[in-house]
């Protein structure tokens, strides 16, 4: 560990993205008359990008400061703001059906203005961004030309899976062949692939009961692409591709894990299955690996304002599988409290195990140089001491519970004010 004595932090979730008219410069003079059309009809959908406090997305001096004052000394960048042409966030895009070549082309110089916009906001702050860039199925080619543009302009955060839901206007399994080539230039170039919670499911439609739905079945979308891209062969088939699962938790791994594993065992048509379930050849048969073994191999958790419960079971998943994250800027997001946070879940975990989900395993994936980060954590990280003896729950302000980092441990506002002495959060 050599003599420093705080810790290095790396968020591997935080979001952002260009002011709206700041796209417009990226996107090349065809698009222009269209952008201005569509950004005088455009309505900001997201709170996080509204008011004073919409900035934080972009301004880059601002992000800095803010971070350091959160104990954060580096950052995976998701998008955030919405993208020309599209009328939600790019997270969510395979909600959003695509209406002819014509509104093709538009999303796709959309989604290059973004990129281009996140490498040279990625080039403000040089080692201490990491930008995850954006794609779309609908055209592989296309795909495969912007991966290897992102990767020449140093956006090292990797590429964002799209969702890919029945209707959505692509094959709904990421095990067709229509996508072999986006994971041979992945698995060639080491470009990580990132699946962002929330990102794979569709929407039935716009009313509050429809929000619910949504809401409740985005775990479901996850796990889904976690099994296509594991059953269906794409992990054996790409031995070097890794694939980075964000914002869904990790309490869902070892138990999908140990259902995909007894799966695979009862399915196996070879002779020593001992022909426990099925007696015709298995599109399982196939697979050299369990699992459980493929998860070990190529599959990382970005597990956003981790929970001490999730702590408990990090051996299950793998310390070395586990990438701490905060969701600056959003709501929700551990920010202004991570210090208290990280001191809450980490509380007792021996130092080592610490480093590594804190900073080294998204190091290791990202490309961040722990050397040049430490002197910046040496100024704003918490010590392994306070991080090892944990925090005083009682200290935190009522507005620490709007985190699910704090879930069931912190207060809410209502509560304190009514006197409620259960300590539940929402």
Request: hydrophobic residues 40%.
């Amino acid at each position: 560990m050599g003599s420093h004595t705080r810790h290095v932090i790396i968020s591997a979730d935080c979001h952002g993205g260009a002011d709206l008219t700041q796209y417009r410069d990226y996107l090349g003079s065809a698009f222009t008359d269209d952008f201005d059309r569509w950004a005088a009809d455009f309505t900001i959908p997201y709170e996080d990008m509204k008011g004073p406090d919409g900035s934080r997305n972009w301004d880059s001096s601002r992000r800095l400061a803010e971070l350091e004052s959160d104990g954060i000394v580096a950052e995976l960048i998701y998008p955030n703001t919405v993208p020309p042409f599209f009328s939600t966030s790019s997270l969510a895009s395979s909600q959003d059906r695509v209406a002819g070549a014509a509104d093709l082309e538009r999303r796709w110089a959309g989604l290059r203005a973004h990129n281009r916009w996140l490498a040279e906001f990625c080039q403000d702050a040089p080692g201490r961004r990491a930008g995850v860039f954006q794609i779309m199925l609908h055209d592989i080619d296309a795909a495969v030309s912007e991966i290897r543009w992102a990767r020449e302009a140093g956006l090292a955060g990797g590429v964002l899976l799209p969702g890919s839901p029945p209707g959505a206007g692509v094959p709904p399994l990421y095990h067709h062949s229509y996508y072999d080539r986006l994971w041979r230039v992945c698995e060639e170039l080491e470009v990580p692939v990132n699946c962002h919670g929330g990102g794979a499911g569709p929407r039935t439609g716009d009313t509050p009961a429809d929000d619910m739905f949504f809401l409740l079945d985005l775990r479901w979308w996850d796990i889904s692409r976690f099994r296509h891209l594991i059953l269906g062969g794409v992990l054996d088939r790409h031995p070097g591709l890794k694939v980075v699962f964000t914002e869904s938790g990790i309490g869902w791994i070892p138990r999908e894990l140990r259902k995909l594993d007894q799966l695979f065992d009862s399915m196996r048509s070879t002779a020593d299955s001992g022909g426990i379930a099925y007696d015709a050849k298995s599109a399982i048969d196939d697979l050299s690996l369990r699992p459980s073994e493929y998860w070990r191999r190529q599959c990382y958790a970005g597990a956003t304002f981790i929970h001490p419960t999730e702590i408990a079971i990090r051996d299950e998943v793998g310390v070395d599988k586990i990438l701490w994250g905060s969701d600056y800027p959003h709501l929700e997001a551990s920010y202004p409290f991570s210090v208290a946070a990280v001191r809450t879940a980490f509380q007792n975990v021996p130092v080592a195990d610490t480093e590594r989900m804190l900073a080294g395993n998204a190091a290791k994936m990202y490309g961040f140089d722990m050397d040049r980060l430490r002197p910046v954590a040496e100024q704003v990280g918490p010590t392994h001491g306070e991080v090892s003896a944990g925090i005083e729950l009682a200290t935190l302000p009522a507005e620490a519970a709007s985190c699910p980092a704090f879930a069931g441990l912190v207060k809410d506002s209502a509560q304190v004010r009514m006197g409620d002495n259960r300590g539940a959060v929402k």
